[in-house]
């Protein structure tokens, strides 16, 4: 069961994967970071790393996305569903692009770079303004939390789909040689 | 879709919820053990102490901002391979402060005075570190600093603080005990510009040999300071002040290099005064302004932004430090502010 109408491609399905435990991690991280006292400084490091690692990856599937149209989806899903999901999937994308360049303009606008993988240092990307770090923090903080709400909406709906409508919704994206 | 497959999925649902949005709200200390302090603790703790002042720095609140250059002399170099300890020069922006979340606090001369200073702001490869004038810090501990601090709160009804709260504070951490009584045997100078800034806290120095050497840094005052004029709130910035006005003021960069059994995590505890030292080089500060938008006052000293060639010791203090500096930051930047009381200015010659 390969056929490409019915499922991703497989360099699709492991972007898809790869992101989805990076950004599950990094929201973790970066809630952790700034609620607990130990051990901030290590954290900052690999959140920083990480979130230039995510923006490289999240730029090849956005490249990537262009190669191919996507399976058509299940006939569960009816025009208003379907608005949704293709809104959902690009809001996503938008939140997963901002939100590196986001936390890399914060940082550059107190007056640093960003030290990546222990001593990599990255240009600024914004000027040192401490007007402008205090919106670029806040607004880091509301794109986190509205990645986790999306998120639990994508879940959601693909686990209904698939568990409930019995649709083969998840198949799409899974590696299964099944279904 | 029948009854079976409708319960399949909502409890599916359900329990991805509870996991995901259960791991958020752990992760952001909303449920789970309170028992440990926050940065928020931490910033709540001054905000009690000192009151609500709004875009100043939730400690060190009162400051005036410094401009200048080091020089490095080399011999840095032999411990560390930092671009800072090459032989040349690097700018370096900084502030003079007084320990306290009052921005508008009488100068005193037993207030801890501070030194934040970042080197090569805001392109080069940076060295941030906020120093004190005294020879040990109080505390060794996270928890220690926020119990200190919260002894030194003033009782409304009396105007004091608590009589009881400082001695209960020194029997539970005989490490501060024995650290004031240190610092009671090192006096304060005259003024900001005979004072010692003292890192304190432990880092290590890497070499180009990757060699990891334990050092404590100390800024060494090359001058006198000029006598205060009695009276006026500010005698110790407008001392300083007025004598930068007179010509560049100068410090000498000390490492002093740990040996084995010298604490590394402890920052109560001096090391013996025999210990290796290597001059590194002289700060000379050329500049003095009042704090204003886009200079130091928009600084973070926070001492974790090092450059490579210097790292961090697991000093618990040094993380503490960074994650309140951050939170203190942030809260700072969008509150609404208002005039320091150091205005340059307006110190009379």
Known sequence: MTDPIRRYPLRTRILHWLVAILIFSMLFIGFVMVSWLGSYSALVGIHMTLGVVILCIVVLRVANRFTHRAPKLPDTVGWVEHKLVVGSELTLYALMLAQPLIGWAMVSATGRGPVIFGSLRLPRIAPFDADLFFVLRQTHSVVAYALVAVIAAHVSAVLLHTLTLRDGMLSRMAFSRHS | ?349
Not at chain 2, 53 to 76: E, I, L, M, Q, Y
Not at chain 2, 87 to 94: E, H, K, L, W, Y
């Open chain 2, 1 to 349: 879709m029948n009854r079976r497959s409708v319960l399949l999925g909502i409890g599916a649902v359900t329990a991805f919820l509870a996991v995901d949005l259960g791991a958020v709200a752990y992760a952001n200390k909303w449920i789970g053990p309170n028992n440990t302090l926050t940065r928020e603790t931490f910033l709540n703790a001054f905000r009690s102490v000192f009151g609500l002042h709004p875009g100043f720095r939730k400690n060190h609140a009162k400051g005036v901002v410094v401009t200048g250059h080091f020089d490095s002399n080399g011999n840095g170099s032999e411990l560390s391979r930092a671009a800072v300890f090459r032989p040349g020069r690097s700018s370096v922006t900084g502030r003079f402060s007084l320990n306290g979340g009052d921005p508008n606090v009488v100068d005193t001369p037993a207030a801890a005075r501070g030194l934040g200073l970042a080197f090569a702001f805001p392109d080069g490869t940076q060295w941030r570190s906020a120093m004190l004038n005294l020879p040990v810090f109080p505390d060794n501990s996270a928890q220690g600093f926020y119990d200190r601090l919260l002894a030194q709160k003033i009782v409304s009804e009396t105007g004091k603080p608590d009589p009881a709260a400082m001695p209960a504070f020194l029997a539970a951490h005989p490490e501060s005990a024995a650290a004031m009584a240190v610092i009671k045997q090192h006096p304060p100078t005259r003024g900001f510009a005979d004072s010692t800034f003292n890192s304190l806290i432990t880092f290590f120095l890497v070499n180009d040999a990757g060699v990891r050497t334990p050092v404590r840094w100390s800024f060494v005052a090359q001058q006198q300071a000029l006598e205060q004029r009695s009276g006026g709130r500010n005698i110790l910035f407008d001392a300083l002040i007025r004598q930068m006005r007179n010509g560049p003021l100068q410090w000498r960069l000390i490492l002093t290099v740990g040996a084995p059994g010298d604490s590394t995590t402890d920052a109560t505890l001096p090391w013996p005064s025999d210990r290796r030292t290597v001059d590194a080089g002289v700060l000379t500060l050329t500049g003095i302004e009042t704090e204003d938008p886009g200079n130091a006052r928009d600084i973070n000293f926070d001492p974790l932004v090092l450059p490579d060639g210097i790292q961090p010791s697991d000093d618990p203090l040094l993380n503490a430090r960074s994650t309140v500096y951050a939170a203190s930051y942030r809260a700072r930047t969008g509150e609404p502010k208002s005039p320091p009381a150091v205005q340059v200015d307006k110190v009379t010659p």
